[in-house]
């Protein structure tokens, strides 16, 4: 684990302990990009479209991480080393925690008259905390034992507000002056936004030759006999090129990244599943809140579809380009897919978009408690059986 600059925490080469043998599953992972745009058309909001990243750099914007505070007493909190802007080594104190925490039941069972089955599930955390402007993102890196990596972002800090004649939404100027926003107080206004983030994930399913495999529930007629007159079956692909793979994520179909080189014990080949979004505490943004004519939609593509995979280039690191900060144009992955270059059996890596439609509300002024989105990569058939059972011997 390391800290870059621009992006925060760069963790390389995830591994599992499977019965003692060290399985891949991630050589790097990272926030790609975010972006903040704000709906306001005034010519003082017009402007706000913060690449939070690739335009201040998330990393030299570290704020160390207060204990019993920011992260729980039992955190060990790692200080960090970045260049300045001179180029001087500087040290970044308390950039990063890692603790444990107690996560509820990792399965529970019991049979009528029979002892009670069940075990904890403890989580491994490595939380890293950004002060952008008014807005401070926490993120954390989330391990279960099972197999699961969780990627949580959180938003706290002050919200962006403007000045308002109107006090109360009994005022005449109520509709006009909440027309991009929420009264918050007294002639004050919150402006309705977005928060949307992308993570670079080079996955290695258990080995660099990995595929994008579509799993689609469907609703098919019984054929089979009985008093049925439907079944649920499902419809499986292989994406083949990078093009393809780009789609905005349907919550009720199934994506993987698969090894077919690899099996389980009944053949299934080693997968890992890819949710852009589990769940959250804001509306879920799926796509950029505005029209296709926004100069905003020719410099950025990653907004707009939750899941991109590419094959892997090592000059390929940010969603939104290397240098966006003067870009006219997307340099980031509406570039990257443009050769649309094949992704079956190759070395891969995958691009979840999550975010929220941030509408402000009472609650969260003068400051907003913690609102959080969430990323899931679980294992599909990674493994032969449950690989938490042997927690109860411990």
């Given amino acids: 684990m390391r800290l870059d600059s621009r992006v925060g925490p760069i963790l390389s080469t995830v591994t599992y302990d499977d019965q003692g ?5 991630m050589y790097e992972g990272s926030l790609g990009g975010m972006i903040v745009p704000y709906g306001d058309p005034d010519g003082g909001w017009y402007f706000k479209a913060y690449l939070d ?3 201040y750099g998330m990393g030299t914007l570290t704020s160390p991480i207060a204990r019993g505070k920011d992260a729980p007493a039992n955190a060990v909190l790692l200080d960090a080393t970045l260049a300045d802007y001179t180029g001087k080594p500087t040290t970044v104190p308390r950039a990063m925690a890692i603790f444990e925490r107690y996560a509820g039941p990792e399965y529970k069972h019991q049979e009528m008259g029979q002892p009670n089955l069940s075990t904890e599930r403890r989580e491994l955390v490595v939380r890293w ?5 008014n807005y401070d993102y926490i993120f954390d890196w989330v391990f ?3 197999g699961t990596i969780g990627i949580d972002a959180g938003a706290t800090g002050i919200e962006a507000v403007k000045g308002v004649k109107t006090s109360t939404m009994r005022d005449a100027t109520a509709k006009e002056d909440t027309r991009y926003g929420t009264l918050l107080d007294h002639n004050i206004v919150g402006t309705t936004h977005q928060h949307i983030y992308n993570f670079r994930l080079d996955l290695d399913v258990d080995g660099e030759n990995n595929s994008l495999v579509e799993v689609n529930p469907v609703v098919a007629s019984n054929d089979r006999g009985g008093p049925r007159t439907s079944t649920m079956q499902t419809e499986q692909q292989v994406v083949g090129t990078e093009q393809q793979a780009a789609q905005k994520f349907d919550p009720s179909t199934v994506r993987l990244l698969s090894n077919f080189s690899k099996e389980n014990k009944v053949g299934n080949p080693v997968s890992y599943q890819l949710i852009p979004y589990a769940g959250g505490t804001h509306p879920v943004a799926k796509g950029a809140n505005f029209g ?3 100069w905003l939609y020719h410099r950025l593509s990653f907004m707009d579809k939750q899941l991109w995979v590419t094959r892997y280039s090592p000059d390929e690191k940010y969603p939104e380009g290397k240098y966006p900060n003067r870009s006219d144009k997307d340099s980031g992955l509406g570039q990257f897919t443009q050769d649309n270059q094949a992704i079956d059996n190759t070395d891969n890596v995958v691009w979840l978009t999550t975010g929220t439609t941030h509408i402000a509300r009472a609650e969260e002024w003068p400051i907003m408690p913690t609102e959080w989105v969430h990323v899931l990569l679980k294992p ?5 059986e449950t690989p938490t ?3 109860n011997k411990r």
């Fill in 21 to 25: 043998k060290k399985r891949k599953v």
């Fill in 129 to 133: 905390i950004s002060t952008v402007g």
């Fill in 380 to 384: 599909w058939n990674f493994f032969d």
């Fill in 53 to 55: 990243s690739g335009d």
């Fill in 144 to 146: 279960q034992q099972n």
């Fill in 389 to 391: 059972l042997n927690l």
């Fill in 292 to 294: 296709k004519d926004e």
